[in-house]
């Protein structure tokens, strides 16, 4: 019976469990890595991605989101975190750049196309450039998100995801056949909605209800734009 009372308190707890994560007033960058677990291309690039975890720019000058592509499903090997919408976002991207096509492994940085990984550049720091304050609070099943600080702005979209971490797969067909894949930062939903202004505020409760994140990555654009101006980022408690 001392188990069962336990274990009880303990699942209360986690319930009632809050994270709250807020960006300072400079500007906070997205990295989107597009990629597939058929794509024989992509684990080196998931390699580097994961080595974020330990560099001091995570969740403060930097937020990683790897959203995994369902264009490579029919070759052999179905991606079980690969999304329709996560497709629809890498080709949205492409048309705004005049292209019409897209790839894997591809990255984005604050919504323009970054080559740098595969001559090996370093990513820009965006220094001290104003992006605004973007706040997040997750408790009971519930997400608020506030944003201030854009003199002028209108409208403003914000985007929540919950990420999981420290996952691998077994890929038994398909171009990675017979290899461990190590996946971290992966997207396991992509929500998007219009921020309510109130007093110079923007501001949103969503619901979130995703047990197996165990980080969350959140950023606003103006609406109707691709173009992040400021995001946040950390572990969930």
């Known amino acids: 019976m001392r188990y069962f009372w336990l274990a009880i308190f303990g699942a209360v707890l986690c319930a009632h469990a809050e994270t709250m994560l807020q960006s300072g007033p400079q500007r906070v960058s997205l990295l989107e890595l597009y990629t597939s677990e058929g794509c024989s291309s992509c684990p080196p690039a998931e390699a580097w991605l994961e080595r974020l975890k330990s560099s001091p720019r995570l969740w403060n000058t930097l937020v990683p989101v790897a959203f995994h592509v369902d264009y490579w499903d029919d070759l052999g090997w179905k991606d079980r975190f ?75 979209d914000a985007y929540l995801v919950p990420l999981e971490m420290n996952i691998g797969s077994e890929v038994l067909a398909g171009e990675n056949r017979g290899r461990h894949l190590a996946h971290s930062f992966v997207a396991l939903a992509l929500v998007s909605q219009r921020l309510s202004h109130h007093n110079g505020n923007f501001e949103i409760e969503l619901p979130f209800d995703y047990p197996g994140a165990k980080a969350v990555a959140v950023w606003v654009t103006p609406a109707g734009s691709a173009q992040p101006i400021q995001a946040a980022g950390g572990y969930l408690k």
């Open 82 to 156: 690969a999304k329709p919408e996560y497709t629809f976002r890498q080709r949205a991207y492409s048309l705004l750049w005049g292209s019409s096509s897209v790839y894997t492994p591809g990255f984005v940085l604050d919504g323009q196309e970054w080559k740098g990984w595969f001559s090996g550049n370093p990513l820009p720091d965006p220094g001290e450039q104003i992006g605004g304050r973007l706040g997040l609070k997750i408790s009971v099943n519930r997400a608020s998100i506030e944003y201030s600080g854009a003199p002028g702005l209108k409208e403003v």
